[in-house]
């Protein structure tokens, strides 16, 4: 059966059942017979029914988390057999990135990427932001990098305060690092740390840092352009010279505020016009959806087009001229993880 003469209807997920057998299949629907499928045109059915049901929210919610790095990084405490750096003594910028349990971006006892290296060992996030964070949120398993400021040790402040940050339910762990400087590759590093519990988003958690090092350059004192280490991993550095057994530092999150987002889902307002359409796909009521991408795939669950969307504006108009004419599911992406779906006839 062509999957075409089916109308996507089963993207009626209320009326719509779905029996799987050993060689065969039963597509069910209320005014039609039981029809076979075969598998191949089943594999068809089965990416477009769990892509749908993939967007379909329940009570999900958005938190705003506030962050408060303080500062225990000493020549007391942290100078073991060398010389605590002077006024060049600082952490680098702090930045992280929220996301879910399908990627890890730093790990003791395993190498560090080039984006942890450039930062234990410079304090360069680029390659962090640009590949690590950035591929983790094409596979939809990051929501967004954040960079929260670096502190140098002879501000008046022994803070870095990060305000305002919005985590989608969708991608709850946080991640955090920052160089130790100067040195060869020591830093702070924040694995993973879950926002949730029970169902609930926790109200504040407050943890010790200590320091580690990230395995790609060699150096006891706090000195930069070290010989490069091979095969290294990362290790921690609790106990071991210029470092005692005490933190180097604290972290204290604490949640904000809470909202559904069943209160903030502008993205279900987006207009789509014309559908069908011949050439020209129009999309209005933009501002305010934080509306992040277009994406559209075939019956196959090809991914046929995505269209980036620029910040503050209301209409967008989308070129779909060399599509083969068919039938098309159209996903909408927001900034936040939301996503809305609908089916799209391209004549």
Known sequence: MDLAMLDLKILDVKSTIIFENVSFVYFLRPKLNYQYINNYTMKKITFLYFLFLSVISFAQSVATYNIEFTNYWNATNHSENTTFPGSNAHWSPLVGVNHNSNVTFVAMGAAATTGVENIAETGSFSAFQNTDVQNAITANNAQQFFNAGDLFLNEATDKIIFNGLEVNENFPLLTMLSMIAPSPDWMIAVNGLELREAGSWKTSITMDLFPYDAGTEDGTTYSLANPATTGGVVTSL??????????????????????????????????????????????????????????????????????????????????????????????????????????????
């Open 238 to 347: 609790a106990g071991t010279d210029p470092f005692d057994n005490t933190r180097v530092a604290q972290l204290t999150i604490t949640l904000a505020s809470v909202l559904s987002t069943d209160d903030t889902r502008t993205i279900e307002k987006i207009t789509v016009f014309p559908n069908p359409v011949t050439d020209k796909l129009s999309l209005t009521n933009i501002q305010n959806s934080n509306l992040k991408s277009i994406e559209i795939y075939n019956v196959l669950g090809k991914l046929d087009r995505t269209v980036f969307v620029k910040n503050n504006v209301n209409t967008l108009d989308v070129d779909v001229s060399n599509l083969t004419s068919g039938v098309y599911l159209l996903k909408l992406n927001n900034e936040e993880g939301n996503s809305k779906i609908q089916k799209l006839i391209v004549q």
